[in-house]
């Protein structure tokens, strides 16, 4: 059974930091492509940034470009999405969510390229 589970979301202050875990368990994530989205009330589903393959390529959205880093540690089997510079449209609920790198298709920004998801974790920026 596939399972991802986010962790680290927080309340923080407008330029503030917070990193974001995605753990997973029955697959491991350096065989999948593996995507960071949000999801504001009211809002479709965002893509944030992604990372797949042993070259570990990156993408990030025009938002988050620059502030944002998506790393992966194989050991763990966790994914993070370091969040700097945060800013008051930063706010979401943000999902990981992972796809077999065979199934990996563009746009990778788009939430119907992935298969599995998790349950989110809220991030909330304080002005």
């Known amino acids: 059974q596939v399972q991802l589970v986010e962790s680290g979301g927080a309340l923080v202050q407008t330029g503030g930091s917070l990193t974001l875990s995605c753990t997973a368990s029955?697959?491991?994530?350096?065989?999948?492509?593996i995507g960071w989205f949000r999801q504001a009330p009211g809002e479709e589903r965002e893509g944030v940034s992604t990372?797949?393959?042993?070259?570990?390529?990156?993408i990030y959205s025009d938002a988050v470009k620059g502030r944002f880093t998506i790393s992966r540690d194989n050991a763990k089997n966790t994914v993070y999405l370091q969040m700097n510079s945060l800013k008051p449209e930063d706010p979401a609920v943000y999902y990981c969510?992972?796809?077999?790198?065979?199934?990996?298709?563009?746009?990778?920004?788009?939430?119907?390229?992935?298969?599995?998801w998790g349950q989110g974790t809220q991030v909330t920026v304080s002005s």
């Open positions: 969510a992972a796809v077999p790198l065979s199934q990996w298709l563009s746009p990778r920004l788009s939430p119907y390229v992935y298969d599995y």
């Open positions: 029955g697959i491991a994530l350096e065989s999948y492509g």
């Open positions: 990372l797949g393959g042993r070259e570990g390529r990156t």
